[in-house]
């Protein structure tokens, strides 16, 4: 089973600035990852897919890059509905699909 | 206007098994595997499983194995998670979700959850 790992657990930023996730692989996944936001009581949403690609109605200040076992995801100009927890999922080696343990985004 | 409809809450004694249904609409049923996925309180995600309605047959996470059946009524457009010898620890949201096909093979539309509560 891949295990996914992501840093930091938790990351505290303002409106404006950059936020950098990071998602690691115990093997290679390819690019065969996404990125999902689930804020509270809803279910989480699919934000990039295939590491770099995003998802239809995703804003721009969304990205994702890397490849093999590390990835990132950036949010270019943090807005205040962007405070979530955020996911990484692999599909690249399955069963099962995995998931990382999220990262929590809060903005001050 | 794709949507996955999910039955009601339910609260279960230990030991009790559970069933819960995901209708599909907006969609057409047999172009895509449905998932279920786990979230205890506070936790992540855990994927279960998943059914290919086409042929009715599942594929399940190793953790879940023993416990799950994942069934697909194609004449209703709808799938069920059926979790046996519940426990405590089985206390979560449960979500059904799909690949649309639009993200490749990614899930890009996912019920609204259906939280479980397992106690005595």
């Known amino acids: 089973e891949i295990v996914l790992t992501q840093s930091p657990a938790t990351l505290s930023l303002s409106p404006g600035e950059r936020a950098t996730l990071s998602c690691r692989a115990s093997q290679s996944v390819y690019s065969y990852l996404a990125w999902f936001q689930q804020k509270p009581g809803q279910a989480p949403r699919l934000l990039i897919y295939d590491a770099s690609n995003r998802a239809t109605g995703i804003p721009a200040r969304f990205s994702g890059s890397g490849s093999g076992t590390d990835f990132t995801l950036t949010i270019s100009s943090l807005e205040p509905e962007d405070s979530a927890v955020y996911y990484c999922?692999?599909?690249?080696?399955?069963?099962?699909?995995?998931f990382g343990q999220g990262t929590k985004l809060e903005i001050k | 206007e794709v949507q996955l409809i999910q039955s009601g809450a339910e609260m279960k004694k230990p030991g009790a098994t559970v069933k819960i249904s995901c209708k599909v609409s907006g969609y057409t049923f047999l172009d895509s595997y449905i998932h279920w996925l786990q979230q205890a309180p506070g936790k992540g995600l855990e994927w279960m499983g998943l059914v290919d309605p086409e042929d009715d047959k599942p594929i399940y996470a190793e953790n879940f194995q023993g416990r799950v059946t994942i069934t697909a009524d194609t004449s209703i457009d709808t799938a069920y998670m059926e979790l046996s010898s519940l426990r405590s620890e089985d206390t979560a949201v449960y979500y059904c979700a799909i690949p649309s096909g639009a993200s490749g093979s990614y899930l890009d539309y996912w019920g609204h959850g259906t939280l479980v509560t397992v106690s005595s």
């Open positions: 999922q692999q599909r690249s080696n399955w069963p099962p699909y995995t």
